[in-house]
T-cell receptor
Framework: DVKVTQSSRYLVKRTGEKVFLECVQDMDHENMFWYRQDPGLGLRLIYFSYDVKMKEKGDIPEGYSVSREKKERFSLILESASTNQTSMYLC??????????FGPGTRLTVL | GENVEQHPSTLSVQEGDSAVIKCTYSDSASNYFPWYKQELGKRPQLIIDIRSNVGEKKDQRIAVTLNKTAKHFSLHITETQPEDSAVYFCAASIGTNAGKSTFGDGTTLTVKP
């Protein structure tokens, strides 16, 4: 069974703080993704990575950066958190042109 | 880039009825179309998918149809049960190993007992 884990289920941060969200997958998948999920807006892609040290912008990359130093780990970074980044963040991984496996999500609240 | 539209945004049916959710996509290069189900408080999980070389695929009570010419695909759930209540997302992917998926906005399905 593919396992995708995220470092926190719930996180509360203050405006201006630097925030790190970590995602780890255990199935040697090449592709990893970060989405944010907001009511009525579906799953919006922030960044994705198709290999170690490779990254591509998704549809809403502004205010975010990512890091992939190892194949199994993909980190999302909010350089200076703002209240409009309060959301559910979902990580996913995929091998080839197949289904994505999602992590449990991190609900981030920025005060 | 790819644009995926999903309708309806909410759907309420009686137990035992059928439910249909429709999606349209814009990029004719898309060739992989998965459907995910997300139960309340849980992560999205794949329930069925279809590739562009196939027009229809069925798995027990769920089926997906694809019309490449019209660029739309649909999820069909028959004999709905209360446990089918969830948010359903469609997606479209361009068929490269490094390709991203574009998701629809989701449909909240409620099955009333």
């Amino acid at each position: 069974d593919v396992k995708v884990t995220q470092s926190s289920r719930y996180l509360v941060k203050r405006t201006g703080e630097k925030v790190f969200l970590e995602c780890v997958q255990d199935m040697d998948h090449e592709n990893m993704f970060w989405y944010r999920q907001d009511p009525g807006l579906g799953l919006r892609l922030i960044y994705f990575s198709y290999d170690v040290k490779m990254k591509e912008k998704g549809d809403i990359p502004e205010g975010y950066s990512v890091s992939r130093e190892k194949k199994e780990r993909f980190s999302l970074i909010l350089e200076s958190a703002s209240t409009n980044q309060t959301s559910m963040y979902l990580c996913a991984s995929r091998v080839g042109r197949n289904e994505q496996f999602f992590g449990p999500g991190t609900r981030l609240t920025v005060l | 880039g790819e644009n995926v539209e999903q309708h309806p945004s909410t759907l309420s049916v009686q137990e035992g009825d059928s439910a249909v959710i429709k999606c349209t996509y814009s990029d004719s290069a898309s060739n992989y179309f998965p459907w995910y189900k997300q139960e309340l408080g849980k992560r999205p999980q794949l329930i069925i998918d279809i590739r562009s070389n196939v027009g229809e695929k069925k798995d027990q009570r769920i089926a997906v149809t694809l019309n490449k010419t019209a660029k739309h695909f649909s999820l069909h759930i028959t004999e709905t049960q209360p446990e089918d209540s969830a948010v359903y997302f469609c997606a479209a992917s361009i068929g490269t190993n490094a390709g991203k998926s574009t998701f629809g906005d989701g449909t909240t399905l409620t099955v009333k007992p």
